[in-house]
């Protein structure tokens, strides 16, 4: 297959080398066109240690030389998606191309998934949209982890097929038929974390941690079941256990973000010194403005929001959590 990965970040490289090594036509795309040319030509990826590039991967500084794949791979940060495919209205080479998602997050002000994005921005036709998620950190998929995600598509059928193209003995691949329960688990799990960071940042330990991954599980499922996503979904590989990794692993950038709002510092501060893109901060404002279209109560979610966008102490925000009337579980 010949496969366009959109987004030269750390997943998107790593995606382009998986890919590659499973024998498609591969090429990276970044809207940087100098960080581009200086990965063409000493094949390393400035935030991943002890990774080449195949020398088979094509680097392009030109969005329009990636349109004519059968296959367009979106890695790119959530609150650019919008602003990259916008480059792509103009090309008629779209028309039967297969876009498989494989970033995680919610657009803000809209609450657009990034399928509907994609629909609503490209008017593509919904069966051509795929959502590749589940735990898997590009820092372990490179060294060839044992890795499990899922890949879904609104027709099941569909997703059996693609599921083949990324498969290889280190990378298994699920199939699912919930477009939607997909992308609300790797969504909502970033926020979970930065929750995880913050009570590891504090000092707390096990209890604390198991109490919150397993109620905030709660909150994503809450909030999956009313928009129309499938329990078993959330409670699957790309719920479930992309949490897990997320909320746990010295990999995670929202952890990270979490404990060091945990130790006191102000985000401004935080972001400004990461070099990568902690997609659970912005999910945050989009999960808040769910909740509440859709009559949900999220309490974690609420106080996350409440300590990264009002500025609430986050001893406060788990007083308040622990506080709450007592209910049946």
């Known amino acids: 297959m010949k496969i366009s990965v959109i987004g030269a970040g750390t997943w998107g490289a790593c995606l382009s080398n998986l890919l590659a090594e499973n024998g498609h036509d591969v090429a990276i795309w970044g809207r940087n066109s100098q960080s581009i040319n200086a990965m063409e030509s000493s094949l390393k990826h400035p935030n991943l240690k002890n990774f080449t ?22 890695a790119v ?38 399928s509907e994005i994609l629909e609503n921005t490209l008017s593509i036709d919904r069966e051509l949209i795929y959502v590749l998620s589940g ?9 060839k982890h044992p890795t499990t995600v899922v890949i879904a598509n609104s027709l099941i059928s569909n997703a059996r097929e693609m599921q083949n193209i990324f498969s290889n003995k280190y990378f298994r691949v699920y199939s699912s038929d919930d477009l939607l329960g997909v992308q609300l688990g790797g969504s909502i799990k970033n926020v979970i974390a930065i929750a995880a960071g913050i009570c590891s940042g504090m000092g707390y330990g096990d209890n604390a941690l198991s109490a919150l991954t397993v109620r905030g ?39 990270f973000v979490g404990e060091r709002l945990g130790n006191g510092e102000s985000l401004d501060n935080i972001l400004v010194q990461m070099n990568m893109v902690a ?27 409440n300590i990264i966008f009002n500025n609430k102490k986050p001893d406060e925000a788990i007083g308040d959590l622990m ?7």
């Open 323 to 329: 506080s709450r009337e007592l209910v049946d579980e």
């Open 135 to 143: 735990p898997s950190h590009a820092e372990e998929v490179i060294q």
């Open 53 to 74: 590039y195949s020398e088979n991967i094509k680097f392009l500084t030109d969005i329009n030389d990636a349109l004519d794949s059968e296959i367009l791979v979106i």
């Open 217 to 255: 599980l709660e909150e994503i499922s809450h909030l999956a079941n009313k928009m129309g996503a499938k329990k078993t979904t959330v409670f699957g590989i790309s719920g479930c256990g992309d949490l897990i990794a997320t909320a746990f692993s010295k990999h995670s950038r929202n952890r």
């Open 279 to 305: 997609e659970g901060v912005n999910t945050t404002k989009s999960i808040q403005q769910l909740s509440v279209q859709n009559d949900i109560q999220m309490p974690i979610c609420n106080e996350i929001y």
């Open 77 to 114: 940060a959530t609150s650019s998606v919008r602003s990259v495919i916008s480059k792509m209205e103009s090309t008629n080479k779209l028309i039967k191309s297969k876009f498989v998602i494989a970033s995680k997050g919610i657009e803000n002000d809209t609450c657009f998934t990034i």
